[in-house]
């Protein structure tokens, strides 16, 4: 999962592949409350492993639930049965809806049933989410429920013992949030012990899918409701949870929609194949198949599998009631940018109550890009963007700690403009999909010249390599250790028997022999440590002896020319950081930006000096010293690949700089080559 402050995404060009879906966030967390409300074991498979589910996960344990992880996507839950194990806690709910307002309805049936006191809240974000529908149904019940702040919103206490009210049918709103019918439906069968109980919607209920979710796992658990239309819910006497021993949730259908559209865009010679749901789904959300098939794309389906390739070009305009898909309509407003007409999203009043305020947030990024857009209360209209690239701009995304503001945001890099997008805070997305961009990495492409590479070129012992992985981490690029690929093949040269000694090295069949070795290289670099095939090596390739080997060695053409090619290759989304000696000179001559650091020799070897001390080694500074003079003088005189700076490079000397300043320096530097208008955050959208 990406933390840094924002992630930087090249222009992308072609979609294939296969992709696995995370876990439903909607049927996660319902499930998660039903098997806690049940009694006896409830095994949980393909679970969401994201931020909602976590927090529903703790706050089940603060109630008393035992939790056993099984796997990274499967959990034990053992119910409680309908009771309470503790009759006090407060529990910290982040923003997750989907655990605040059921949690608030269960808790409050519970307490007046059991008596206790439980205080729910989360981050600024949630107590500005209504809530106010939701309360007003439970103090009707006879519930005691209390703001802890603002009237209508979160933190809320709940409290108990008191008397319920349920001979009467139980009103709530459902044009604001179906969250509220859907927390009254999971709650209300823990007090159906003897009567039935009805609930009754005012207004148009929005979102009718999700609370069909709700029916289906209910059913699943034990409680068959019966529907009247979508107005009215009975729910049985005598209703009791049971657990149905094992669930397995499916692949999330909001996000499927992602995928969706990057096949609808860009799988043009071969189709992306989305694993995890299928066209027969019980997620609303997968309606959106149907809204991208309207707009030109081609969708087949299977039963846990869809296939999408790119059809119509430009895409269909369309003009489309998106209520029953409100989460997955967002995808279209950003699909919209590559239509042949304006696109209008009408009866999605229910974005202006989400993590943000979806609408204006979504008008306001979307204009960055050069689109026009117009919204109302409850609609939006996008008008598209030149299918030759003509009004694509460069744009940096303010993500309002929105998940589904980052990942609809990253498919406008399918611009035909190549235009480069930002997304700033690109960590929101833990919030249901963590490995988001990591996944979407895997079905796209980019040509390699639209890949960025930042080159820090530089004499042995400048820091080049510390400085190269702490600017790929703020960046959330890969980094290449050019230098280590050489100690890599210094190492396995020892280990086949080839000499790399001086000596040695004049032989030309040891030089071809060399040669091999480096083009089946088996190196492989994976948090912070160096593989040789099956090996960490990490230790043995930073030692003096393996420094040295590698200087040697990689002085020799045939050498170099093997290792080209798999340098190059690390050139990945979204991009790379790639130190050594000839980065920008030989390997990445069009990196967009090039460093030649270095620092006095005598620095040099205090510092080497340092680091041998702290692994243990001994080592003399005067020979050091020497040892360097003597390298960078070979290293200079080379016939191939001379250690010198690039043309183009900046000449960074940081004897008396931090890392951290270099890291600032460089950083700075790249900003000021990338495309983007300098942000002012977030605009005329509102707060986040």
């Not at 098997?35 to 703790?58: I, K, W």
């Not at 519970?110 to 008596?115: D, F, R, S, V």
């Amino acid at each position: 999962m990406y933390t840094t402050a924002f992630l930087d995404i090249p222009p992308l060009r072609r979609a294939a592949g296969t992709v696995r879906l995370p876990g439903s966030k909607s049927i996660s967390n319902r499930v998660l409350l039903l098997a806690a409300l049940s009694a006896g074991r409830t095994e949980v498979h393909d679970l969401l492993d994201s931020d909602d589910t976590r927090v529903m996960l703790q706050a089940l344990q603060q109630l008393g639930c035992t939790v056993q992880r099984l796997g990274p996507t499967t959990v034990a839950v053992q119910g409680l049965g309908g009771q309470l194990a503790q009759r006090q806690a407060q529990l910290f709910l982040g923003n997750a809806g989907t655990a605040m307002r059921p949690l608030t309805a269960a808790l409050a049936v519970l307490a007046a049933q059991h008596g206790g006191v439980f205080e729910l809240s989360g981050v600024p974000r949630m107590h500005e989410r209504p809530i106010g529908d939701l309360v007003d149904a439970l103090r009707l019940l006879g519930a005691d429920v209390t703001y802890l702040g603002q009237d209508g919103y979160p933190p809320l206490r709940v409290q108990g013992p008191a008397a319920l009210r349920l001979q009467a049918p139980i009103r709530v709103r459902g044009d604001v949030s179906s969250q509220f019918l859907t927390a009254l439906l999971l709650a209300l069968p823990l007090a159906a012990q003897h009567h039935p109980i009805t609930v009754e919607v005012d207004g148009e209920l929005i979102s009718k899918p999700y609370v069909d979710i709700t029916l289906k796992l209910l059913q699943r658990f034990g409680v068959a409701v019966q529907r009247d239309g979508w107005q009215r819910f009975t729910i049985p006497a005598g209703a009791r949870y049971r657990t149905p021993g094992t669930v397995h949730v499916e692949g999330d259908a909001s996000a499927a929609s992602y995928f969706i559209a990057a096949g609808a865009l860009a799988a043009s010679d071969a189709a992306l194949t989305i694993e995890g749901v299928g066209l027969a789904s019980i997620q609303g959300d997968i309606a959106f198949a149907d809204a991208a098939r309207a707009m030109g794309a081609h969708i087949d389906g299977e039963a846990n599998r869809l296939h999408v390739r790119r059809g119509a070009w430009p895409l269909r305009a369309l003009d489309l009631d998106c209520n029953a898909i409100p989460d997955a309509a967002m995808t279209l407003a950003v699909m919209a940018l590559y239509a042949d007409g304006p696109c209008t999203l009408r009866n999605i009043g229910s974005w202006r109550v989400k993590e943000t305020d979806r609408i204006a947030a979504m008008a306001t990024e979307l204009r960055k890009f050069g689109a026009v857009v117009e919204e109302g209360p409850d609609w939006l209209r996008v008008h598209p963007l030149g299918a030759d690239g003509t009004g694509w701009r460069a744009a940096s995304v303010y993500t309002y700690d929105d998940h589904r503001m980052a990942m609809c945001a990253s498919l406008a890099a399918f611009n035909p403009a190549r235009r480069p997008v930002r997304i700033q805070d690109p960590r929101c997305v833990a919030k249901t999909f963590p490995d988001y961009f990591e996944t979407l990495w895997q079905v796209v492409q980019a040509d390699p010249a639209d890949i960025p590479v930042i080159c820090i070129d530089g004499p042995s012992a400048c820091g080049k390599g510390t400085l190269a992985a702490a600017v790929a981490q703020r960046l959330g690029y890969h980094v290449l250790d050019s230098g280590a690929l050489y100690r890599l093949l210094g190492l396995a040269a020892q280990r086949a028997g080839v000499p790399t000694d001086d000596a040695a090295l004049a032989d030309a069949a040891v030089a071809e022999r060399l040669a091999a070795l480096a083009a089946q290289l088996p190196a492989r670099f994976a948090d912070g440590r160096i593989w040789l095939g099956d090996d960490d090596v990490t230790d043995e390739v930073r030692s003096q002896a393996a420094g040295a080997a590698a200087s040697r060695v990689s002085a020799l053409p045939a050498v170099r020319a093997a290792l080209l090619q798999a340098q190059r290759a690390w050139r990945r989304l979204p991009g790379l950081v790639a130190d050594g000696r000839d980065m920008g000179t030989v390997v990445f001559p069009d990196a967009p930006l090039k460093v030649y650091l270095t620092a006095g020799v005598a620095e040099r070897a205090r510092r080497r000096y340092e680091q041998l001390r702290a692994r243990g080694e001994h080592a003399s500074i005067d020979d050091l010293l020497a040892e360097l003079q003597t390298r960078d003088a070979r290293d200079r005189a080379r016939s191939v690949a001379a250690l010198k700076p690039a043309e183009d490079a900046l000449l960074l000397d940081n004897t008396h700089q931090s890392i951290e300043q270099s890291v600032q320096t460089v950083l700075q530097w790249w900003q000021q080559r990338r495309p983007f208008a300098p942000d002012h955050g977030a605009g005329d959208a509102g707060s986040s």
